[in-house]
Nanobody
Framework: QVQLVESGGGLVQAGGSLRLSCVAS????????MGWFRQVPGKEREFVAA????????HYADSVTGRFTISRDNAKNTVYLQMNSLKPEDTAVYYC???????????????WGQGTQVTVSS
């Protein structure tokens, strides 16, 4: 089992920045691909970003490319999502995710955090 706990959400004005953090525990963090998803009420959860465990390869949704950056610190069992140039349409609950497979973490991760709310005001 892997337990994931997100933090860093909040209210920010459009154009501002936030950094989300996700601390993992339970299994060898460095062997898991990590990702971020987001969800708004009435819509499906959507992929945002992912990072591999092996070589740090990253992948982003088109909607956040150039604005968001995913990174990880294996020594701290933590993955981050730096969000810049935020837009009102980025408002959502953001979920951390983990999977032993990089493709898996972008589609149907094995493990989820509880989510953290991000609200971007116009």
């Amino acid at each position: 089992q892997v337990q994931l706990v997100e933090s860093g959400g909040g209210l920010v004005q459009a154009g501002g920045s936030l950094r989300l953090s996700c601390v993992a525990s339970g299994r060898t963090f460095s062997k898991y691909a990590m990702g971020w998803f987001r969800q708004v009420p009435g819509k499906e959860r959507e992929f945002v970003a992912a990072i591999s465990w092996k070589d740090g390869t990253t992948h982003y949704a088109d909607s956040v490319t150039g604005r968001f950056t995913i990174s990880r610190d294996n020594a701290k069992n933590t993955v981050y999502l730096q969000m810049n140039s935020l837009k009102p349409e980025d408002t959502a609950v953001y979920y951390c995710a983990a999977d032993s497979n990089f493709i898996g973490v972008t589609r149907a991760p094995d493990y989820w955090g509880q989510g953290t709310q991000v609200t971007v005001s116009s």
